[in-house]
């Protein structure tokens, strides 16, 4: 399965820029059993772990995490860039190669002892992944699991993360 | 069912302007019955339509149409922002209230003759699905119809998108 999946995962080399190889799972999603194959994966994982709330990272997050949701039984809550959720919430800021971005979460979205899956299409640096699960430490919910499509272990994400249970589908390493 | 999603969505007054009543989906998605409700709508209605693709526009329209191409054992295309997708583009550009926008699509995403069924959240005044559509069209997908989960019907946002079939699930009007 895993073989599977990653063979519809396409490669666009020097994108966003030079160097950079892209990982580009829109090959992956627009195949049906790519679809299928990556959501059951993740399904199956998860299903007996009573689930509240599946939290994605906008936006290819969001892609994964709301099928999961739906399969599981549980509600979906979206992690959004800045003025994009319309009620209060709270903010984390991260750090970027150069400069700093900031994701939210509304603050009614999890309940203090909700079971949280967050989900996100890579795990690269980590910085994303590690602002969300800070936002829902802050509601005091409990991260069962930050679960990946795509890990690029020379990046050393998990360190970034360190202390949650990290899943991911494939690996690309050493390229 | 219209009945009980409606009344899980929840009204923000005066955001993200003054006089904007802004329908926040939020509440129904993190709701498990809620988000069951409003995807087993949708599935109900396009189960037998042997639907190809179904597009989602970044990035609420992600949240309801990957769960719906999951269902309906077919694959799911982003339509995005600038510069968010890889390999080459369909270009699409739209007017706002001030100044311009513009979506993508990957030009790999959609065969000629596919039967595409496309998904945002809100309809409002339509230029969002409007340029979406005629994305599909440039590649020559056979568009199904146009989903949305809500309507304000005050914007005549369907004169805009005039010549598809348009189905929302529910309406808000003067208010």
Excluded: Q
């Excluded at 399965?1 to 160097?19: F, G, L, Q, V």
């Excluded at 992944?129 to 430490?137: D, E, G, I, P």
């Amino acid at each position: 399965m895993t073989e599977s999946i990653k063979s519809k995962i396409r490669t666009i080399p020097d994108w966003p820029k030079k160097n950079i190889m892209f990982r580009d799972i829109t090959t992956l999603l627009k195949s049906p059993d790519g679809l299928k194959e990556t959501v059951d994966l993740l399904y199956n994982r998860y299903a007996d772990k009573k689930i509240d709330k599946v939290v994605g990272i906008e936006s290819r997050g969001f892609i994964l995490g709301a099928p999961l949701a739906y399969l599981l039984g549980c509600g979906f809550v979206p992690v959004r860039k800045p003025g994009k959720l319309p009620a209060e919430c709270e903010s984390e800021e991260y750090s970027l190669e150069y400069g700093k971005d900031k994701i939210e979460i509304h603050k009614d979205a999890i309940n203090k002892g909700d079971k949280v899956l967050i989900v996100d299409d890579l795990l690269a640096t980590g910085g994303t992944m590690n602002a969300a699960r800070n936002l829902v430490k802050k509601l005091e919910g409990e991260i069962v699991e930050c679960a990946f499509v795509v890990e690029l272990p020379d990046l050393k994400g998990r360190e970034k993360i360190k202390g949650e249970n990290i899943f991911s589908i494939v690996k690309f390493e050493g390229e």
